[in-house]
């Protein structure tokens, strides 16, 4: 049985930090991208983040420069680390992993993070 399962999230003033984890079970995590998105409410789902099994990253435009993604393979963890926070971070941050070769896809339960003085 595949799970991801977020952790880390919370409540934290403009201009402060988080680390989001994400520790997954279930698949051979090498052989996938993995990546988040988050969803603020009322908005549709959006990308922030991916990595691949390389290190290769890449991000969406509003986090660059603030947000940094990384992979443990050892631990099966990916860690999304959040600095400079503002009110629009606010949201319920997912993460994916995604087979390379099949492109199966699974999502993580998402954790809350409010940016909020």
């Known amino acids: 049985q595949v799970q991801l399962v977020e952790s880390g999230g919370g409540l934290v003033q403009p201009g402060g930090s988080l680390r989001l984890s994400c520790a997954t079970s279930g698949i051979s995590f090498s052989a996938y991208d993995m990546g988040w998105y988050r969803q603020a409410p009322g908005n549709q789902r959006e990308f922030i983040a991916r990595i691949v099994n390389g290190g290769k990253t890449n991000y969406a435009d509003s986090v660059k420069g603030r947000f940094t993604t990384s992979r443990d393979n050892a631990k099966r963890t990916l860690y999304l680390q959040m600095n400079s926070l503002t009110p629009d971070d606010t949201g319920v941050y997912f993460c994916?992993?995604?087979?390379?070769?099949?492109?199966?896809?699974?999502w993580g339960q998402g954790t809350q993070v409010t940016v909020s003085s």
């Open positions: 994916y992993a995604e087979n390379r070769w099949s492109g199966n896809k699974y």
